[in-house]
């Protein structure tokens, strides 16, 4: 990769007899690269996967191809489609400032209409017509971009380990990493400098992702091949989210065909709630999962990358809105939908009447309005600048805007809908033959199978929602085995 502008240069520390990355010292580039990891949702995630990966990350990739071989005819607007194969990110904007962008570098648009009236609505595409004031909607909005620096400040060293631990240099918590590997021994050790472009970003994103030593599997060459294999690890979720259900009014029924011999789910019957619920794990961004992992170890490091930006100090770190975005990522407003099990939250777009200007995030926002106004006009219209920001609603991007104008979709589906899902997530239309051709697959005799109804609250959408990232029988491992049976068949691996 010659091209500089596209790349990171970073100095490793090796360990000449293992050739293992040690740590690696960098500046923000870099340590902004991998933190926005986490903001990115699981679509995303899937669609940039290198091939040799593709088989990998639990049953998302299964989730991803289902909605790709979709009718569009299932889905509430075509739009639907590409907000789960594409899903936007809410980081966006901070990530149009990294030195290395491993996707498409194109700007969301957005359109408002001519008057703007407080209860008029921002739009992802050209509307004919407003739905509060009929004037139409083409007047493209751009969302502001900060001047530098994306989540850590821009003048922060800090080293890496390579399972992604991320401490200042030279303290006490890194000088123990060093005597480890024997780093005061200078014959032992070597220092590298590595250039970090654009595949090894990709690379160090799924090796994050699969393995303990990521830096090492992406930047030294002749590394194996990445290897997934997420069979059988025991997934539970957080117990204060198990307590959560009363909160969630909708709750789903679905109907498990489970093998009583095998103790499997070999497919489940279920309406379009169910799948909807099912789909927007496209649209959740990678730290929102980790946040709810709990202690179930991911075979990857990315876990520990999250607990790393969870112990930074503030002071490396641009705001706390910045450390927000990371620890707890929303979604892009208009791609949730209401009742939505897992309780993911929607940011929000603040709008500055005065300027024009738009954001999600309100202290930008203040600042650049405030430095706009301040150059040409007195302290009074500044003030009234200020007050103009106020939040800005979007119209939602899945409902049928042609049937009724200020329509809100309930999730991505027409409904209402019934549809067979495997245990890996592979979702069709239902159809018996379908059924009867999974069950000969599996080798399920009829006599075997009990088909059983249960209820899908918060405390199992979460659930479903982490074993779909970690194993690949999600269906089973959330309506089936029990944590101690999960433990049972790690001990006999
Ligand atoms: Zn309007």
Redesign the pocket.
């Known amino acids: 990769m010659a091209d500089t502008s596209n790349s990171i240069s970073l100095k490793a520390m090796v360990d000449k007899a293992s050739n293992q990355i040690i740590f690696v010292e960098s500046d923000s580039d870099f340590i902004d690269v991998i933190f926005s990891f986490l903001t990115i949702p699981m679509g995303n995630l899937i669609r940039l996967a290198p091939n040799q990966s593709i088989l990998g990350i639990g049953c998302m990739n299964k989730l991803y191809s289902s909605v790709k071989n979709m009718d569009v005819k299932h889905l509430q607007t075509e739009a639907c489609k590409d907000m789960l194969l594409s899903p936007r990110s809410v980081a966006e904007s901070q990530c149009k400032n990294l030195k290395v962008k491993i996707d498409k570098d194109e700007a969301t648009q957005f359109f408002m ?1 001519s ?3 407080v209860d ?1 609505k921002l739009s992802y595409c050209k509307f004919d017509s ?1 739905a ?2 009929g ?1 139409s909607i083409n007047k493209e909005k751009n969302l502001l971009v900060t001047d530098g620096g994306v989540f850590v400040k821009g003048l922060s060293r800090l080293i890496i380990s390579d399972d992604l631990k991320v401490i200042p240099p030279l303290t006490a918590a890194g000088l123990p990493l060093c005597a480890k590997f024997g780093v005061m021994d200078g014959n032992a050790t070597e220092e590298v400098t590595i250039n970090v472009g654009v595949d090894e970003v990709l690379n160090l994103l799924m090796r994050s992702i699969a393995s303990k030593t990521p830096l090492t599997e992406s930047l030294l060459k002749s590394k194996p091949r990445l290897k997934f294999c997420n069979k059988n690890q025991r997934i539970h979720t957080e117990p204060q989210m198990a307590k959560d259900n009363t909160l969630s009014e909708g709750t789903i029924s679905i109907r498990p065909i489970v093998s009583k011999s095998k103790k499997m789910v070999c497919y489940a019957e279920a309406g379009e709630g169910f799948v909807n619920l099912l789909l927007s794990f496209l649209n959740i961004p990678l730290g929102f999962i980790v946040k709810h992992m709990g202690n179930c170890s991911s075979q990857g490091c990315i876990d520990q990358l999250y607990k790393s930006v969870q112990d930074l100090d503030d002071q490396y770190i641009l705001s706390s809105y910045h450390k927000e975005m990371l620890l707890t990522p929303k979604l892009v407003p208009g791609f949730c939908y209401e009742n939505h099990l897992l309780g993911t939250e929607e940011a929000t777009y603040y709008y500055a009447g005065s300027t024009g200007f738009l954001s999600t995030d309100k202290a930008l926002l203040a600042t650049r309005t405030a430095q706009a106004t301040k150059s040409i006009r007195s302290y009074c219209s500044q003030e009234s600048a200020l007050t103009s920001i106020r939040p800005i609603a979007v119209r939602d991007p899945k409902a049928n805007h042609h049937e009724h104008k200020s329509a809100q979709a309930q999730g991505y589906l027409k409904g209402p809908a019934m549809f067979t899902v495997t245990d890996d997530l592979d979702i069709r239309p239902v159809s018996l033959i379908l059924g009867l051709s999974l069950l000969n697959k599996l080798e399920v005799p009829l006599t075997d199978i009990e088909v059983q109804t249960v209820q899908v609250h918060k405390e199992e959408a979460l659930h479903l929602l982490v074993a779909s990232f970690l194993g690949d029988s999600a269906l089973t491992d959330t309506f089936v085995r029990k944590p101690e049976q999960n433990k049972r068949i790690k001990q006999e691996q």
């Open positions: 209409c008057h703007n009236r008029c407003c509060s004031c004037g």
